[in-house]
């Protein structure tokens, strides 16, 4: 066996925070065997592409657009959901490259998103205790003993519903559905109802203009018909990203084949832990959370494990503080880590640090927090002579009333109405646009 492959199995001597506790481990090896037989879900070379891109951003040339549910459900995995997603992805985008004039790269927090770290091992209700639960990779949501107890065979599920989804992710962004004469038609039954919509309607016009005289002039180039998209999940169960590891055959280089980038979470970053350990050894393009706990020296002792030769686009920091304290705790970070001369990418991730729970019990965010830590976020690089890199949310492309305020104010006592995440608050459609329209006019200064 190749000294890659041992080396791969190192993070089972080291503590691995946020596993579940499998009943049955002679079950689990059943599950990791069967997946570890299994075709990968991307290519290695796909894997560089995005590498490539991330590097870009690392360099201040483009700019990541990272999204999509805070936990993805098997029965989430249908045509309609995902079509949904990857349209507000794509109008995002849109209003960022046109309104912003940057690059962007579209990565999808989707196909492999089925796993949660949760803050207490346990919930109560009522005086009746289950565990946690915490993804459709490891049990279901529904509140009872059967539901809740971890069950490895959703691992299979799982790859299983990732495959679907990016089939028809890829579908989607190489079929037609996003080329950008589509640029209206994403919008059709949006514009009418929200300020948002109608924004993006009049840059959708200003941009049909400009595809108009391209190809008057001639110019008619592929990029206007398909779109690159990559996929992304938190490895978390590392028995799930161990098994779809696999030595990709041209470079000899181990790579977590379940998806093109994984990161790891604000919970399980221990410098010492499993996760780091794994993710120092596959060479996918990774992210790593950081909280507002984060030292100066943890950033940089996570640049010195995670990426070594610092290589470009390997590492990005995907920063999560809260609207409250990114402007007091991002600095000393992005000093320290770019002193030692590292190229990472920073990101923003608005959302987990401004969590809250409303009197109605429901978790949610302010819609005003979430642009507010984008802005803090900007202001900071931009004190620095850094590169604001990008955003990572978690957003639907449905009307969910799941985070308040935005353009049709949904109200703390709205939130009822429509909530149907299976973990955290998302934006919903309206709310991503009005996001995406502000970003724009940060990035564009
Ligand atoms: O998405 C991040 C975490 O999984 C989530 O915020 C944990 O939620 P909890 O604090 O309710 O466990
Ligand atoms: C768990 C998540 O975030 P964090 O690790 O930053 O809490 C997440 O992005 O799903």
């Not at 030292?295 to 996570?302: D, F, I, K, N, Q």
């Not at 308040?404 to 998302?426: K, M, N, Q, S």
Request: aromatic fraction near 8%; charge should be negative.
């Amino acid at each position: 066996m190749s000294s890659n492959l041992v080396d791969l199995d190192s993070w089972r001597a080291l503590p691995a925070a946020q596993q579940p506790d499998w009943p049955d481990p002679g079950e689990l090896d059943k599950v990791v065997a069967e997946l570890g037989g299994l075709p990968p879900l991307v290519f290695a070379g796909e894997c560089d592409q995005l590498k490539d891109q991330l590097a870009a951003v690392a360099r201040g040339e483009a700019f990541v657009l990272q999204g999509g549910d805070c936990a993805e459900t098997f029965a989430g995995a249908t045509a309609d959901n995902v079509r949904n997603k990857l349209k507000t992805l794509l109008q995002m985008a849109i209003v960022l490259t046109y309104a912003g004039k940057v690059p962007v790269v579209k990565i999808g927090r989707v196909a492999g998103q089925f796993a949660k770290p949760r803050s207490k091992s346990t919930e109560i209700r009522d005086g009746v205790e289950l565990p946690a639960y915490r993804g459709d990779m490891v049990n279901g949501f529904e509140f009872t003993p059967e539901a809740r107890r971890p069950d490895p065979w959703r691992l299979l599920k799982a790859y299983h519903s990732s495959a679907v989804t990016l089939n028809l992710a890829r579908a989607f962004t190489k079929g037609g559905y996003a080329d950008l004469r589509q640029v209206h038609a994403w919008n059709q039954d949006f514009v009418a109802e929200s300020p948002a919509g109608r924004r993006y309607e009049k840059l959708a016009r200003e941009i049909d203009q400009a595809l108009a005289f391209m190809r008057a002039c001639g110019a008619d180039p592929e990029e206007f018909h398909t779109v690159e998209f990559y996929s992304s999940h938190e490895a978390l169960i590392l028995d799930y990203d161990r098994a779809l590891t696999r030595i990709d055959s041209r470079t000899g280089l181990p790579y977590d084949v379940s998806a093109h980038m994984v990161w790891i979470g604000e919970r399980t970053r221990q410098l010492d832990g499993a996760h780091v350990d794994f993710f120092a050894r596959i060479r996918n393009p990774i992210g790593v959370k950081l909280g507002p706990s984060t030292t100066p020296e943890e950033a940089v002792s996570l640049v010195e494990k995670l990426n070594p030769g610092n290589e470009a686009g390997r590492l990005t920091f995907i920063t999560r503080m809260g609207a409250s304290k990114i402007r007091e705790s991002l600095p000393a970070l992005v000093k320290e880590v770019s002193a030692t001369g590292a190229r990472v990418a920073w990101i923003c991730d608005p959302m987990h640090g401004n969590t809250f729970e409303a009197p109605s019990g429901h978790k949610t965010r302010r819609v005003d927090d979430v642009l507010d830590e984008v802005a803090g976020f900007f202001e900071v690089h931009r004190s620095l002579g850094t590169h604001p890199g990008g955003i990572h949310i978690e957003f639907t492309g449905d009307d969910v009333t799941e985070c308040v305020g935005g353009g049709h104010e949904i109200g703390e006592t709205d939130l009822a109405t429509r909530y149907e995440t299976a973990c955290d608050p998302r934006l919903n459609r309206s709310q991503s646009l009005d996001l995406a329209f502000q970003v724009a006019e940060l990035y564009r200064g």
